[in-house]
């Protein structure tokens, strides 16, 4: 509601700071990735080469998104969800582009579809929660911004909605987004390795897959990966690697199941270290953490993920195959996980803050 007021009475004032909107997108994305995969919804970016750096107000372009996906999961309970950039003119002064954000939800009816940017409307209110202000707000924060935002939908097929903005050029000013981290993300990275180690990210999610690599790459990491976990025990048995970021849930072989087989060929093959294996999940309780710890991960990380937790995992972890996270207290007591010599961990906490890393 003070969003609300401070719109009507004129008093929003929107920034104008130079942001690629690749970066937003995949932003959006990431916030997301726990929530689509409990519910088993793909997530499809559909992004063009391009990503000129534009002004405008990146949060609240941001926070559009947000709500547009938010309510596609909200409404869609099988099928997908797609964020689509289409530019339609880059030039040293603007640019003009499409996004769209589509699903294959519930729908709406062509009477539903007139009143659905009106102040409190709601298309669903029998059946969904929601105070019918989003899609208002949202709309205005568009048109305040010198764009539009309208939707296609089909009542049993899903809806679409367009949002087609023009925004200043930026190219020569070239400043990151605003973010809220950005000093602890600039340390985190100042502290990392200059030489380039080799991680496996083993990740059926292509979204997740892509932001992985992102941040790894930043950080100087050479990154590989597998879709799933039968590919990840084949490219560890013939490549090198420093440390593997292992998804729980995935086709033909799962996680867990392929952390247990590298361990057992570690075993066979008495290596005298044994590779770094991160799980990643968007599941916290204490039933999944133990699973992973049984297997043989040496960390778990709950989605979405955070960049700076991202960095303090590999700056450790890939120092030194059997530091641990418990030799770390004084710096951080968000994981108390202990890797012993022979692979397997204990802990000199209670086990529920195994899964605390994010």
């Known amino acids: ?23 937003i997108i995949e932003e959006v994305a990431q916030i997301f990735a726990a929530p689509l995969e409990l519910k088993k919804l793909p997530l499809i970016l559909s992004l ?55 699903d294959t939800g519930i729908g709406m009816t062509p ?48 809806s679409e909605f367009i949002i087609q903005l023009t925004c200043e050029s930026a190219e020569a000013e070239k400043a990151l987004p605003p973010l809220t981290t950005q000093a602890l993300q600039a340390a985190s990275l100042a502290s990392l390795p200059t030489t380039s180690k080799r991680i496996l990210v ?3 999610n292509l979204v997740n897959q892509r932001i992985l690599r992102k941040l790894l790459e930043n950080a100087n990491y050479n990154c590989e990966v597998a879709n799933n ?40 093959s008495a290596l005298s270290t044994r590779i770094p294996i991160v799980g990643l999940s968007a599941y916290a309780s204490s039933e999944f953490i133990a699973k992973a710890r049984e297997a043989g991960m040496n960390d778990y990380i709950t989605k979405p993920y955070k960049k700076v937790k991202i960095y303090n995992i590999l700056e450790r972890l890939t120092a030194s195959p059997l530091e641990t ?9 968000t994981l108390l996980a202990k890797v012993n010599p022979d692979g397997s961990m204990s802990s000199d906490d209670n086990s529920d803050r195994f899964h605390q890393v994010v």
């Open 1 to 23: 509601m003070l969003v609300l007021s401070k719109l009507e009475s004129g008093k929003t004032t929107f920034a104008a700071k130079p942001f690629r909107l690749k970066t």
């Open 48 to 102: 063009p080469e391009a990503d000129p750096w534009i002004k405008g107000d990146a949060n609240r372009l941001k926070m559009v998104l947000i709500n547009l996906v938010a309510n596609a999961l909200k409404f869609t309970k099988q099928g997908h969800i797609k964020m689509n950039l289409h530019m339609l003119d880059i030039t040293p002064t603007h640019t003009s582009f499409i996004l769209r954000v589509e």
């Open 111 to 158: 009477e539903e579809v007139d009143q659905l940017f009106q102040r409190f409307s709601r298309a669903a209110a029998a059946e969904y929660e929601g105070s019918g202000l989003g899609l208002f707000i949202s709309k205005r924060f568009i048109e305040s911004m010198g764009g539009q935002i309208e939707v296609k939908s089909q009542k049993g097929r899903g």
């Open 202 to 204: 083993v990740e059926d």
């Open 229 to 268: 976990g039968q590919e990840a025990f084949n490219k560890w048995t013939t490549s090198p690697f420093d440390l593997i970021f292992m998804d729980i849930e995935m086709p033909v072989m799962g996680g867990l199941e392929a952390t247990q087989a590298i361990r057992e060929r570690e075993q066979r």
């Open 325 to 333: 996270f418990s030799s770390q207290q004084s710096t951080s007591s």
